[in-house]
């Protein structure tokens, strides 16, 4: 399916991660250039050579205005343009007893998941006005809807992203922005293998048997009993990118193998 995306141009945070370089390389290959930004982007700038596209890439903070707002500017000054924001950057943050975590935990976690896009919104958002045409997408998680008790940090922060695309999505239709979210569960990616090696040596048993265990007993409702893909999502990411996604705004795109269990979002 062409996406009619070719010439258009992608910033993509947090593009380092699974999902954020599978989305660069499904965008880049309907024909889109590319801004890929990262904390570091050692690694990303050669990964990012084997894509058949222009790719500028570009170390950032994403708790720095500042920094997220050079990222805009040279994404601009090289392409002309931003006409689509994938916005993957994140933290699993503090894990634990919801009232035993430290303000600074809750701080972290709500400065890196969820004013991170605050901030991108404020870099980007005013050239797709200028254009009248945009794609403002950002990764939550099933937690912003089905929230697990020792991840409240995590939580509360993308519970609110979630609100708050919602709330620009409003606003932002009338000038050909459309905003999104698309929100996955249990992907195969570093952040997972990590919990997982840990799950293993907690329980004593192989890194396989951890998944499987973590399926059957954390999250019954992925009755594919695996996890799923950083591809898989990055072709929703790229649905709601496109102009074949033309009439989707505002919604929240689960990506969870069923992970989820209740019926609304």
């Known amino acids: 399916m062409d996406l009619q995306i070719s010439d258009r141009v992608a910033l993509i945070t947090g593009a380092r991660g699974g999902i954020g370089f599978e989305t660069a390389r499904l965008l880049a290959e309907e024909g889109a250039k590319l801004v890929l930004s990262d904390l570091r982007i050692d690694t990303l700038e050669e990964e990012a050579k084997r894509l058949p596209t222009d790719v500028l890439c570009m170390a950032a903070d994403v708790t720095d205005q500042k920094a997220v707002d050079a990222v805009a500017a040279a994404g601009r000054e090289r392409f002309g343009r931003i006409d689509i924001v994938v916005h993957a950057a994140g933290v699993t943050g503090a894990k634990g007893d919801p009232i035993d975590m430290s303000d600074e935990d809750y701080r972290e976690a709500w400065d890196i998941d969820f004013m991170s896009a605050v901030r991108?919104?404020?870099a980007t958002l005013p050239g797709m006005r200028e254009a009248k045409w945009g794609r403002f997408i950002c990764v939550t998680s099933e937690n912003a809807v089905q929230p697990y008790w020792e991840e409240a940090t995590y939580n509360a922060a993308k519970a609110a992203l979630s609100a708050f695309v919602k709330n620009i999505s409003y606003r932002e239709a009338k000038n050909g922005i459309l905003c999104n979210t698309v929100a996955p569960a249990f992907i195969e990616t570093p952040m997972t293998d990590g919990m997982m090696k840990q799950r293993a040596e907690k329980l004593g048993v192989s890194f396989e048997d951890a998944i499987q265990s973590?399926?059957?007993?954390?999250?019954?409702?992925?009755a594919l009993k695996?996890?799923?893909q950083a591809s898989e999502v990055a072709a929703?990411?790229?649905?709601?990118?496109?102009?074949?996604?033309?009439?989707?705004?505002?919604?929240?795109?689960?990506?969870?193998?069923?992970?989820?269990?209740?019926v609304q979002t």
Do not use: K, T, Y
């Open 236 to 262: 929703a990411i790229a649905l709601l990118a496109s102009e074949r996604g033309s009439f989707i705004n505002g919604s929240n795109l689960r990506v969870d193998g069923g992970s989820v269990q209740s």
């Open 226 to 228: 695996r996890r799923g």
């Open 120 to 122: 991108m919104a404020r």
């Open 214 to 222: 973590f399926l059957d007993e954390e999250r019954p409702g992925i």
